[in-house]
């Protein structure tokens, strides 16, 4: 019976909404951003010896330990003599390196000498100070200002619902803002509402193509939470407004999380027949304890903004009536800060649990593809297209 249920929703999304949906070539994130190889590696040597501007000694220290923690492992020499200076300071800085993996050090070194070039190509061109807004992107307004590159979700009329499309510009900004010169990078909603989640209209599929719809779908999750997870520079998240679903989710993948205190935080999967997403399945038990995680993705409680900063989810709550000016006033004083001093600590935070996080998300993209092909998620779905054309 529940079968056949299934069926008729799938055939009345279909009529009922009449959507021409597309299906976008999957994106996939470079190599690089995704960690360096030993080519990734050695060009970032070569690369050293062509830079024009002597960087400084402290980030030639940060870079000889780097890399000599990517050659040769863990610091293996005697130290030098109190007086010879230059030597001791090598040392020193190739020691505090500890046991950090060598895949880890030459990531950094890599990031390390990626920040150089791209400062200095960006000081041998003249760029307008104002803010630099970017081109290209239907449902994001990008901008880059005062050290701070602002990724701002664009749908407001549908609660900036994260279409296929969304997904992957949001995919493309982050990966150039990887790439160019801010030293922060923040996600943001444009509206009432920081994002309502997955647009359930991505749902709106003939039954033939829902196989393979799903099976796409789960790439496309696993490819876009795999960015976020990947991320190298510090990644800030105003929450303008309510949370819903992977909006919410995501945000355990920030390095800070503000909020405005109309926000609310929702994770209404069990509702909707679908199973936790980003990772949560293991980033909300270990943040806030099981029980709490339980109450939130099992059985879809919503937090207040005040309740998800007692959890751990968000940083700090801002009354609505301040909150902009206070965030950004924060922010661009905390852009200042020595950029690669900040990628590198967040690296070293975030570098522990990365491997785990992404076999985490690879298995939770695995069983979504799974309930969205569920009885239990398409009459969820329905209810809500229902609602929505007033039925
Ligand atoms: C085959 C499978 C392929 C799938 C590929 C997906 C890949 C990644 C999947 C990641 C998994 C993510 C899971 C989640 O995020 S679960 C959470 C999903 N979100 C929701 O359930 C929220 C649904 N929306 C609502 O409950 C309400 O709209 C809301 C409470 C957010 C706001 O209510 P309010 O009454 O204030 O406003 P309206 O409902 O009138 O909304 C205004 C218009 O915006 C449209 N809208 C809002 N949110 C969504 C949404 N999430 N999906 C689609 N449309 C949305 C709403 O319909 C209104 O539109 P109209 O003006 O046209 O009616």
Known sequence: ?????????????????????????????????????????????????????????????????HYKQATEGPCNTPKPAVFDLINKAKWDAWNALGNLPKETARQNYVDLVSGLSSSSDSSSQVKPEA???QAGYETLVMTSEDGITKIMLNRPTKMNALTTQMYQEIMLALEAASKDDSTITVLTGNGSYFSSGNDLTNFVISPDELEERARRGAILLRDFVGCFIDFPKPLVAVVNGPAVGISVTILRLFDLVYASDRATFHTPFSHLGQTPEACSSYTFPSLMGPAKAAEMLIFGKKLTAAEACARGLVTEVFPDSTFQKEVWTRLKAYSKLPRNALRISKQMIRNHE???????????????????????????????LSRKAKL
């Open 1 to 65: 019976m529940a079968g056949v249920t299934g069926r008729l929703v799938r055939g009345w999304c279909l009529r009922a909404v009449r959507s021409s949906l597309q299906v976008p070539a999957q994106l996939h994130m470079s190599k690089t951003a995704m960690g360096a190889s030993q080519k990734d590696f050695e060009s970032a040597v070569n690369q050293m010896k062509l830079l024009k501007k002597d960087p400084g000694n402290e980030v030639k220290l940060k870079l000889y330990a």
């Open 131 to 133: 803010d630099r807004k």
């Open 354 to 384: 990365k491997e785990k996080l992404h076999a985490i998300n690879a298995e939770e993209s695995r069983i979504l593809q799974e309930r969205w092909q569920s009885d239990e998620c398409m009459n969820a779905i329905m209810n809500f």
